[in-house]
């Protein structure tokens, strides 16, 4: 399996890394590493984009996912021809400010999630604009409320802590989980809790800011009617 670097750091904006596969695929190809710092899709954030350097070459990672056997799949509009081969030992760079602001995004996600008492149905997190969906029953939302009550969190400062727990224990909480439909993958043993004291607790295996105070002013742009019971909350950066 390769190493999720971007767990160790989440700050990693470059590191060196061994070819270990390169597969050609309709589009283009897909490379793998011993390690890597691009995050693959899921749990509502995008994969990750950027660059490897070898050999004074440049080849553009255009989305980064995990395929079916759930190795982290770099994906590249370059021919087979044009990638390193295996063992080559390369650089990858990150496309780092794209990533930060799903970082950003991410966790005022999951500030939004705690502020909103009512079950999570979906999400996604965007560069500049994010959603998640609520199923809220009778409760009323205010986008000018919420817009306060969320930068007051963030100029907090709060700094988040991660740790791994045996599914086994999460199984005997299900309450924790709150976001079914964005939940991190079962059955690969450990799942990774973020926590933010005083705010949010729950398991997500998405990349995070340290800090609160990380994250740029927002503003919850609009409240959408998605149903008698369903309202989507947009959020934008400020
Ligand atoms: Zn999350």
Redesign the pocket.
């Known amino acids: 399996m390769t190493q999720a670097y971007f767990y160790q750091d989440p700050y990693a904006k470059t590191i060196t890394a061994v070819v270990t596969a390169v597969v050609a695929t309709e589009a283009g190809s897909s490379v793998y590493f011993d390690r890597t710092i691009f995050y693959p899709l899921g ?3 995008p994969g990750d984009t950027g660059v490897i350097h070898f050999n004074e070459q440049t080849v553009a990672i255009t989305d980064t996912r995990k395929d079916p056997n759930l190795e982290i799949q770099h994906i590249t509009k370059a021919a087979l021809e044009a990638l390193p081969p295996i063992g080559t030992t390369v650089t990858l760079e990150l496309d780092w400010a794209r990533r930060h602001k799903h970082m950003q995004m ?2 005022a ?2 500030l939004l ?1 705690a502020l909103i008492d009512a079950p999570v149905t979906g ?1 996604q ?1 965007g560069v500049d604009k994010s959603r998640l969906d609520f199923d809220i029953g009778d409760l009323q939302l205010d986008k000018g409320a919420l817009t306060e009550q969320l930068n007051h969190m963030i100029v907090s400062g709060t700094d988040l802590t991660f740790e791994w727990v045996a599914e086994a224990v999460l199984d005997a909480q299900p309450d924790l989980v709150r ?1 079914m439909s ?1 939940a ?1 993958p079962r059955g690969a043993g450990d799942i990774r809790m ?1 926590r933010i004291p005083g705010i949010d607790y ?5 990349t ?1 800011v340290q800090s609160l105070s990380e994250i740029s002013p927002l503003i919850v742009s609009k409240i959408e009617n998605k149903g008698r019971q369903n309202r989507r909350v947009h959020l934008v950066f400020a």
Do not use: D, L, N
């Not at 729950?202 to 998405?206: D, E, I, K, W």
């Open positions: 749990g509502g954030q991410h966790t996600m999951h999630g999400g997190v976001t964005v991190p973020v729950q398991p997500c295996g998405g995070h």
